[in-house]
């Protein structure tokens, strides 16, 4: 599970900056969570999804086209001094948001979609920290893919909260 880290006071993108390989680092709302990398069963879901959606999505093969999807962005979101940092496990804009790809690692323009897959480490974050990061960020669609229940989340932001579009 990704806990935070022991620290008494707001953490910073010094203290995430810190964080050792192979751990990675999260930070929201001044809490630094820290995690193992993903098992094979989430790489793998992970990766397959992934696969399957850049055809049709990215590359308009056999569907709209019109998106960018990427693996395992760094999103910077939120005013300096309280930004959220976190790597989704797929995420996705649409081109005409984001015409260009960033030429710095860290995307500071909140994606229309993002997929976390769910893993015993990280499920707890996932739902109770990431999904209402993900909402004040203004992100419109979120999936949570469970590969050990074999299950797909779809959610649509609507007023500032997630609506649940269908399991």
Same mark, same amino acid.
């Given at each position: 599970?990704?806990?935070?880290?022991?620290?008494?006071?707001?953490?910073?993108?010094?203290?995430?900056?810190?964080?050792?390989?192979?751990?990675?680092?999260?930070?929201?709302?001044?809490?630094?969570?820290?995690?193992?990398?993903?098992?094979?069963?989430?790489?793998?879901?992970?990766?397959?999804?992934?696969?399957?959606?850049? +055809?049709?999505?990215?590359?308009?093969?056999?569907?709209?086209? $019109? #998106? %960018? *999807?990427?693996?395992? !962005?760094? @999103?910077?979101?939120?005013?300096? +001094?309280?930004?959220?940092?976190?790597?989704?496990?797929?995420? $996705? #804009? %649409? *081109?005409?948001?984001? !015409?260009? @790809?960033?030429?710095?690692?860290?995307?500071?323009?909140?994606?229309?979609?993002?997929?976390?897959?769910?893993?015993?480490?990280?499920?707890?974050?996932?739902?109770?920290?990431?999904?209402?990061?993900?909402?004040?960020?203004?992100?419109?669609?979120?999936?949570?893919?469970?590969?050990?229940?074999?299950?797909?989340?779809?959610?649509?932001?609507?007023?500032?909260?997630?609506?649940?579009?269908?399991?």
């Amino acid at each position: 599970m990704g806990f935070p880290a022991e620290k008494s006071q707001r953490a910073t993108l010094a203290d995430l900056e810190a964080v050792p390989p192979p751990l990675v680092g999260e930070l929201i709302r001044g809490t630094l969570y820290v995690f193992p990398r993903p098992a094979p069963p989430h790489a793998h879901a992970s990766s397959v999804l992934g696969a399957d959606l850049v +055809g049709p999505f990215q590359r308009g093969r056999g569907g709209p086209g $019109g #998106w %960018r *999807i990427l693996d395992e !962005p760094e @999103l910077l979101l939120g005013p300096p +001094g309280d930004e959220d940092d976190m790597v989704p496990d797929l995420a $996705g #804009w %649409r *081109i005409e948001r984001m !015409p260009r @790809l960033p030429t710095t690692a860290k995307f500071t323009l909140a994606p229309d979609w993002v997929c976390e897959v769910l893993s015993p480490s990280t499920v707890v974050t996932d739902r109770a920290e990431k999904m209402p990061a993900y909402a004040r960020h203004g992100v419109r669609h979120l999936w949570l893919l469970d590969p050990l229940a074999r299950t797909l989340e779809v959610f649509a932001l609507e007023a500032g909260r997630w609506v649940v579009v269908g399991v």
